[in-house]
Structure formats: structure tokens, C-alpha cells
């Protein structure tokens, strides 16, 4: 089963509007990392808003085409089956946490899956665990640095136990050290299996990636090494 699978591709805002993405495939592998790179305002975040059913279940527009997760079209999936197939870490952390403490953030996706509270607990200490968070966990997320919020926005995504990640610039806001470790944990889900899109801006974050493919003209193409 290929876990991302984009077929001819077309969005647009509105009928009148402009073509975001034209045509558009895309082919991810089970445990590649895929880094995307692009100008400013290319249609970089339309893409991961289709790759993430966000379009068409949450903003409307004209799509044309077919994203398919594990074979299945997002069209077919409602939002909380895509987001136990698929998780998104957004640029900013702060967009995603909104709880008093660590463990209510962590716990919120589990708690509106309704699963037991036995198994909830279960995907709390081993989200964090994962992201090297346990030590946090009765913290307040306002008082962590952008990396640890980060890295519990990413544990949130992973109580939901998504084989598939989309980060989207969500290392644009954070310090050196902040980078190093979302990194390193892209890294360690790569060793798990899981699959990974990569929105970027900052050449130096590419170097985990196995492919690196640039957005212009609502196209995706082999990254040259240049942008204009």
C-alpha cells in the first residue's frame, strides 16, 4: 500500500480564481522522508491542506483530482479517519496547544477518539516518551521553549498514532537547538517506518530528506538546486 498518492491534481480558491496547483502527482514511499521547497505564496500549504483532507472537508474551493492515503481517497475518509492515518505539525506550535498542561494536550486527540482511559494514559507516556517530553509532562506549554513546544505539538499528532507526518515550516519559528531536535525525532519515525512530508524553507533542514521536490506552477519537479 503507497501511504501518499496524489493523481493529476488541480486546486483553486474559488472558480474565477487562479489555479493553485495545476495537474499535480506525487508519489510517497513507506518510511521516505520527502522534503517540498517553493517561493513564498507558491502553494505550498494548499498542497499540505489536500494532502491532509483539510481540502476539501474544511475549506472549500475547486478540486479536481484524487489524493489517495493508504488507497484510500480523502474524499471517502472523514476527518478523524484521516487524522489516525495522517498527523500535521504546523509552523507556529502555539496554533496547536491550548491545554494548561502537557498531559491534556497530549491527551486530547485520544479523549475525542473516546478510547478507554487505560489506552489513552498508554498513548500519553508513550508519545512523550518519544519525543524525550516525559519529563514535562505536568508542565505548562507557555513555559516551555518553541523546540518543546514544538516537540509536544508533534507528540499530540503522535497519540493519534498517524503513519503519516506533514511538517509544515514547523521549524521556521524555532532556535538552533529547536531544529536539532525535530530533526533528530524525523529521523527516528523514519526508522519506524513512518512517512514524512516536509514543507521548507531553510536548505539546511534537507539534509534528512530523500527526495527534495520544488512547487512552481502548481507543479512538483526534481529540486535543482534553485528556486527562480
Given at each position: 500500500?503507497i501511504p501518499?498518492?496524489?493523481?493529476?491534481l488541480?486546486?483553486?480558491?474559488?472558480?474565477?480564481?487562479?489555479?493553485i496547483?495545476?495537474?499535480l502527482e506525487l508519489?510517497?514511499?513507506?518510511g521516505?522522508?520527502v522534503?517540498?521547497?517553493g517561493?513564498?505564496g507558491?502553494g505550498?500549504s494548499?498542497?499540505?491542506?489536500?494532502?491532509?483532507g483539510?481540502?476539501p472537508?474544511?475549506?472549500?474551493g475547486?478540486m479536481?483530482?484524487?489524493?489517495y492515503?493508504?488507497g484510500?481517497?480523502?474524499r471517502d475518509?472523514?476527518?478523524p479517519?484521516i487524522?489516525?492515518?495522517l498527523?500535521?505539525?504546523?509552523?507556529?506550535?502555539?496554533?496547536?496547544?491550548?491545554?494548561f498542561t502537557?498531559e491534556?494536550?497530549?491527551?486530547?486527540?485520544?479523549?475525542?477518539?473516546c478510547?478507554?482511559p487505560?489506552e489513552?494514559?498508554h498513548?500519553i507516556?508513550?508519545?512523550l516518551k518519544k519525543?524525550?517530553?516525559?519529563?514535562?509532562?505536568?508542565?505548562?506549554?507557555?513555559q516551555?521553549?518553541g523546540?518543546?513546544?514544538?516537540?509536544i505539538?508533534?507528540a499530540?499528532?503522535?497519540?493519534l498514532q498517524p503513519?503519516i507526518?506533514?511538517?509544515?515550516?514547523a521549524?521556521s519559528q524555532?532556535?538552533?537547538d529547536g531544529r536539532k531536535l525535530?530533526?533528530?525525532?524525523?529521523?527516528?519515525?523514519?526508522a519506524?517506518?513512518?512517512t514524512?512530508?516536509?514543507?521548507e524553507?531553510?536548505f539546511?533542514n534537507?539534509a534528512?530528506?530523500d527526495?527534495?521536490?520544488?512547487l512552481?506552477?502548481?507543479?512538483?519537479?526534481?529540486?535543482a538546486?534553485?528556486?527562480?
Amino acid at each position: 500500500m503507497i501511504p501518499i498518492e496524489v493523481k493529476n491534481l488541480s486546486f483553486q480558491y474559488a472558480k474565477d480564481a487562479r489555479k493553485i496547483l495545476h495537474n499535480l502527482e506525487l508519489t510517497v514511499a513507506t518510511g521516505e522522508i520527502v522534503a517540498i521547497v517553493g517561493l513564498s505564496g507558491i502553494g505550498k500549504s494548499t498542497l499540505c491542506y489536500c494532502l491532509s483532507g483539510i481540502i476539501p472537508h474544511v475549506y472549500g474551493g475547486v478540486m479536481e483530482g484524487q489524493v489517495y492515503l493508504n488507497g484510500r481517497d480523502t474524499r471517502d475518509l472523514t476527518l478523524p479517519q484521516i487524522a489516525t492515518t495522517l498527523g500535521i505539525v504546523f509552523q507556529n506550535p502555539d496554533n496547536q496547544l491550548f491545554s494548561f498542561t502537557v498531559e491534556d494536550e497530549v491527551a486530547f486527540g485520544p479523549e475525542n477518539l473516546c478510547l478507554p482511559p487505560e489506552e489513552i494514559e498508554h498513548r500519553i507516556t508513550d508519545a512523550l516518551k518519544k519525543v524525550g517530553m516525559s519529563e514535562f509532562r505536568h508542565a505548562n506549554p507557555q513555559q516551555l521553549s518553541g523546540g518543546q513546544r514544538q516537540l509536544i505539538a508533534l507528540a499530540s499528532v503522535l497519540s493519534l498514532q498517524p503513519e503519516i507526518l506533514i511538517f509544515d515550516e514547523a521549524m521556521s519559528q524555532i532556535d538552533r537547538d529547536g531544529r536539532k531536535l525535530i530533526l533528530d525525532m524525523m529521523l527516528k519515525l523514519k526508522a519506524e517506518g513512518r512517512t514524512i512530508v516536509m514543507i521548507e524553507h531553510d536548505f539546511a533542514n534537507l539534509a534528512v530528506a530523500d527526495r527534495v521536490l520544488v512547487l512552481k506552477d502548481g507543479h512538483l519537479a526534481p529540486f535543482a538546486g534553485k528556486l527562480s
